[in-house]
């Protein structure tokens, strides 16, 4: 934090020198695992490939690690079909999704977290998408004897973690071996890669198909753990609405908004903290503003395009600045509006949510003169469209 200037005082000659302050203990450095340990050992070596195994000599450690849990990964993942393959076929989706979505640091996190308290909605959590290739076969083990191996904290912001607390299936889907920004992050001292795969446009017809199958099969899985409709939330999701709708037609779907302006910086931040926290290179940040510019006009582009697919009663849309302000207003309106069943069933937990989390404090980010101007300049249409001038 930036420090506050000292009052200044007039020098005496009796005046006692004043205490100086002990010397800060250096914060010691939390551990926790690298997602790239979800891996089964195909996935892991292709994303080593694609990369020219460009793994720096500090983290061949990680690598190593890696590499011995992604074989355990495909081993565990064969023991999981055999023991719940017919089941998972035979799993029904009866209610389609919701899926939550919005640019990275919207508030998706926070909207998600406060719909979940409805208990007529299951969701993916930490255990699935981190796990993903065994999370049915050992959910009951990481959760009960795995506590140790997570931070309390996201390393980009202050919300909790934990293996039972909701996460983004993006993860899951990358641990799987598809096409996914957020394996940019893997190797942050070289260009981002993939770059049609935010929207899936980079997929040839087979990946595309493929993509679906994938991703169907781990919604099943986590039907089948669960019982319950499910409520998703993954910001690349908000460029895929037309992919999501061919899977899901009645799929339902609620957009969080953000000043754009607040956003540029807490998403660099974001993706600055995902390199240092589970990066194999020592992060250059090379192309990390240009990735993020770009992805911005990608996931908003693409949703002002799907904005006609959406029927009547199925998309909801809210600021999260309002959602801050008055989290059961807001969310009554979403229940209204996509016909999610009796809020006044759920308004209890929703304001018990807010009690509880009453103190907690976003990171706070502010743009240079410089970086207001690219904004204004890249993004100024989608800073009019949602009232941000």
């Known amino acids: 934090m930036p420090a506050t200037a000292a009052d200044s005082v007039k020098e005496t000659g009796s005046a006692p020198e004043p205490k100086r302050p002990a010397p800060a203990k250096p914060q010691k450095r939390e551990w926790s695992p690298r997602v790239w340990e979800g891996m089964d050992c ?4 292709r994303l080593l490939r694609d990369n020219g195994f460009a793994v720096q000599l500090p983290y061949w450690y990680i690598a190593a690690i890696v590499s011995v849990n992604s074989v355990t990964n495909a081993a565990l993942r064969w023991a999981l079909n055999a023991r719940f393959g017919e089941r998972v076929r035979e799993t029904v989706i009866e209610k389609p999704p919701v899926f939550v979505i919005g640019h990275w640091r919207t508030g998706t996190t926070l909207l998600h977290e406060l719909m979940i308290r409805d208990s007529q909605f299951g969701f993916p959590d930490m255990q699935d998408c981190f796990n993903p290739h065994h999370a049915l076969l050992t959910n009951h083990f990481f959760k009960r ?3 140790w191996m997570l931070p309390d904290k996201r390393p980009m912001d202050n919300m909790p973690f934990g293996w039972e607390r909701p996460q983004e299936d ?3 889907l990358a641990l799987m071996g598809l096409p996914s920004t957020y394996t940019d992050f893997a190797f942050p001292a070289r260009a981002p890669k993939d770059a049609g795969a935010l929207d899936l446009s980079g ?3 087979r990946q595309l198909a493929k993509w679906k199958r994938v991703f169907l099969r781990f919604l099943k899985e986590v039907t089948l753990r669960t019982g319950k409709q499910l409520v998703l939330k993954s910001p690349p999701h908000t460029a895929r609405v037309p992919v999501l709708l061919d899977i899901f ?3 339902k779907f609620v957009h969080i908004v953000r000043n754009p302006r607040a956003v540029y910086p807490s998403t660099v931040n974001l993706w600055r903290s995902l390199g240092r926290s589970h990066g194999l290179q ?3 940040d090379t192309g990390l503003e240009e990735k993020v510019l770009r992805e911005f006009r990608v996931i908003y582009d693409r949703l002002e395009e799907a904005r006609p697919l959406f029927k009547d009663g199925n998309f909801a ?11 059961t207003r807001e969310l009554e309106k979403v229940y209204a509006t996509l016909n999610l069943g009796d809020f006044d069933v759920v308004r209890p937990r929703i304001e018990e949510y807010q009690r509880q989390n009453a103190n907690y404090e976003t990171n706070k980010f502010q743009l240079t003169d410089v970086q207001h101007a690219l904004v204004s ?8 469209r949602y009232g941000y001038e």
């Open 203 to 205: 997929l040839s017809p």
């Open 317 to 327: 849309e809210l600021r999260y600045e309002d959602l801050v302000r008055n989290p």
């Open 282 to 284: 020592t992060p250059t």
């Open 377 to 384: 300049e890249r993004w100024g249409d989608v800073i009019r």
């Open 145 to 147: 004897y795995g506590k």
């Open 249 to 251: 037609p009645e799929a």
């Open 170 to 172: 993006e993860f899951a």
């Open 42 to 45: 195909f996935t892991w070596m």
